[in-house]
Structures are given as structure tokens and as C-alpha cells.
């Protein structure tokens, strides 16, 4: 029973330094862009999907096209008449953000039907509370803006810190 412990203890200890891979747990909605489909959460990562066998095709972050430090990025696109798609992230930090981006229809330019390439930042917003930015699960778009609804709801980010 002390061995079991002292484990736990040192693991805990361990974790400190060994990063550990976050899993690709796209399992909240889904997307359509062009001719394929993605599998999406919370995370700036998805998950291109095989509409006929439901297999993983090819893994996406979006960083890579933003070229920004996000932590999130919400599930829930919005999308044009044009068939562009619209999307809200957030990046943590002393001076966290709340990160704007579109994704031009890939009919409209793109080098194959269904890719991420064209997503470009429009802009950012200062969350009111840096260090607790407010949570959000989705947002709203109209013509001309996009509405985001910044919830009481608060991310302690210095106790996910130093939990």
C-alpha cells in the first residue's frame, strides 16, 4: 500500500517534466469545408473524416495556417452565404485573447476542395480579465460582426498553472 503511494507521488512529480500528448478527442461536431468533412472540439486540432467508412484521413491543426499560439478553438463554426467558414479561438497568457478567423471556401481559390489553407486572422479582442478570460462554447455572427458573449464563466488560468 505505501508503494502504491509513493507511485502515485513520483508520478505526479514526473508529469512536472514529461509533457504528455494530448489526445485527438474530436468528438463534439462536425464541419463541412468544400468536399470533406472534419471531426472538431474545443482544441485547434481536427480531424479530416472518410464520409464513406468513417475512417481518420488526415489530422489538422490549425496553427499551422493561423501561425498564432492558440488553446482553443471553438467547435461550432459559422459560416456565409459564400460558403466561407468563421471561427473564435483563444490564446492564454498575461495578456490573453480572444482570436478571430476565416476560412475562405476552398471553391474559391484553394489548392484542393477541402483544405485549411486560405484560414487568415481578421483579429483579436483583449479578454477583460487576462488572467481569468471568459469561457465560451460558441459565438454568433452577423453580416458585418461577430458577437461574442463574454460569460461570467472564468478560466483561473494561474490555478491551471500551478495545479
Known sequence: MA???????????????????????????????????????????MIRVDIDTLDNIEKVDIRDHLKVSLHTYSAHFQSDADGNLYNIGSMFGASSKYVFAKTTNPSKGGANGHSFENTELIG????????????????????????????????????????
Open 3 to 45: 508503494q502504491d503511494y509513493i507511485r502515485e507521488i513520483w508520478q505526479k512529480f514526473a508529469s512536472y517534466f514529461e509533457p504528455q500528448k494530448p489526445p485527438d478527442n474530436c468528438s463534439v461536431a462536425f464541419a463541412s469545408l468544400g468536399d470533406a468533412v472534419y471531426a472538431l472540439t474545443e482544441s485547434p486540432k
Open 124 to 163: 483579436m479582442v483583449s479578454a477583460t480579465d487576462s488572467w481569468a478570460p471568459g469561457y465560451y462554447h460558441s459565438f454568433g455572427i452577423t453580416e458585418n460582426y461577430f458577437v461574442l458573449f463574454e460569460s461570467p464563466e472564468r478560466l483561473n488560468l494561474k490555478k491551471l498553472m500551478f495545479k
